[in-house]
């Protein structure tokens, strides 16, 4: 049986595995380096070409489960071990189906079929290599258009919908809600604008006030203060002295005549007041 594939004609081109999966008939007999009894023999061959059937009549799943035991069980069936693997590349495995293929030529080196299936894990490798290189740019994408949906979801121009299967997408909203986003919006920044300018005005007032106050405790500190200062010192100055004179007019009679000269003095100035 030929299991191969048409070369591809460019790198845009994919692999056909379904037209390899195709080439998959019904076996009458197993091989003969196989290790099993007369009975498993016949359950073996029995099991695959079950799956066989499924797979032509699209049950892939129940086939793929199937496959799957007899490529445990007995791994030097390459036949259905090889199916296991191509199955698993069809449906976009690729991963699994590389490590598939790598225990066949593991299991079975010197096959015949070793080569192709060699090409067909180097094939999965690839898809495997090019499908993280589109997930990788596809969270690249997404990751940049975070901010944007972000934005656009504040601001109501975004509204989330449900799918056919009930999951979450976004979606745009309507002209019709988006005129009425755009219109509270402005309704809103009117109100904000307002309520800035009673803010603005409070803090000039609080300004001037504050400004008012320091440049009358200035003129009270650097201009009123240090009079009032002098005019008490001096007035302790004199105090002193007349008390010092007090003491000392029996002893001296000039200083007798210079306190009531002195007393006199100030005696005539309250009567002028």
Not at 32 to 45: D, F, K
Not at 48 to 77: C, G
Not at 242 to 254: K, P, T
Request: aromatic share 8%.
């Amino acid at each position: 049986m030929n299991y191969t594939n048409p070369p591809v004609k460019s790198k845009a081109d994919v692999f056909d595995w379904g037209r390899v999966i195709s080439k998959f008939t019904k076996i009458d007999n197993l091989p003969r380096e196989l290790p099993v009894s007369g009975s498993e023999r016949e359950r073996i061959i029995s099991v695959y070409n079950r799956a066989i059937d499924q797979v032509r009549t699209d049950n892939t799943d129940v086939a793929m489960i199937a496959l799957e035991k007899l490529s445990v069980r007995w791994p030097h069936f390459i036949e259905s071990s090889c199916l296991y693997g191509l199955l698993l590349a069809k449906s976009q495995r690729f991963a699994e189906a590389e490590k598939q293929f790598e225990k066949v030529l593991l299991a079975s080196p010197d096959a015949n079929a070793a080569p192709m299936i060699n090409e067909w894990r180097k094939e999965a490798r690839e898809e495997r290599i090019r499908e993280e290189a589109r997930d990788s740019s596809k969270r690249r994408r997404e990751h940049k258009l975070l901010p944007v949906r972000a934005s656009l979801a504040s601001s109501g121009i975004l509204q989330r919908a449900a799918d056919e299967d009930g999951t979450g997408r976004v979606q745009m909203a309507s002209r019709r809600e988006q005129e009425e986003i755009l219109r509270s919006g402005g309704d809103f920044r009117q109100g904000v604008d307002s309520s800035s300018t009673g803010t603005t005005k409070l803090v000039y007032g609080l300004l001037i006030a504050v400004i008012v106050a320091s440049v009358l405790f200035l003129i009270f500190y650097f201009v009123i203060r240090p009079s009032i200062v002098a005019n008490e010192n001096r007035r302790t100055r004199l105090e002193w002295l007349e008390a010092a004179l007090s003491e000392r007019e029996e002893e001296d009679e000039s200083i007798s005549d210079i306190l009531d000269a002195y007393k006199k003095a100030f005696g005539e100035i309250e009567s002028e007041e």
